[in-house]
């Protein structure tokens, strides 16, 4: 990694929530978090992203499978869409049911 490259949104937003999930898992206090947040925001170079972190244990799982902040934000999308639906045809069938009983 070349630590004099820009950082991009989708860095940021993986380094967030590796400090969320260290936060979770007590290393960091809610006031470190915030602080290393508004860093994170801040940072210009990979290098300045990395340097937020370097304190912190690798986590479990965080290899080339694990999903992005974006995936997991579609993810969400996709069940909350799922349970729309489902709610949908619900009251569809309640309607239904309804019509037909009166």
Not at 12 to 22: I, K, P, T
Not at 29 to 47: I, K, M, P, Q, Y
Not at 48 to 58: F, G, I, K, Q, Y
Not at 79 to 89: D, R
Request: hydrophobic letters at 45%; a negative charge.
């Amino acid at each position: 990694m070349d630590v004099e490259l820009r950082a991009s949104d989708d860095d940021r937003h993986r380094v967030v929530a590796e400090l969320h999930r260290h936060t979770t898992a007590g290393r960091l206090t809610l006031d470190e978090f915030s602080e290393r947040v508004g860093a994170v925001w801040t940072a210009r170079t990979l290098g300045d992203l990395a340097v937020l972190t370097r304190d912190l244990p690798a986590l479990p799982g965080t290899g080339a499978s694990t999903p992005t902040g974006a995936e997991h934000l579609g993810h969400g999308r996709r069940e909350l869409l799922v349970l729309f639906a489902v709610a949908a045809v619900t009251l569809l069938l309640l309607g239904g049911f309804l019509a037909i009983t009166r």
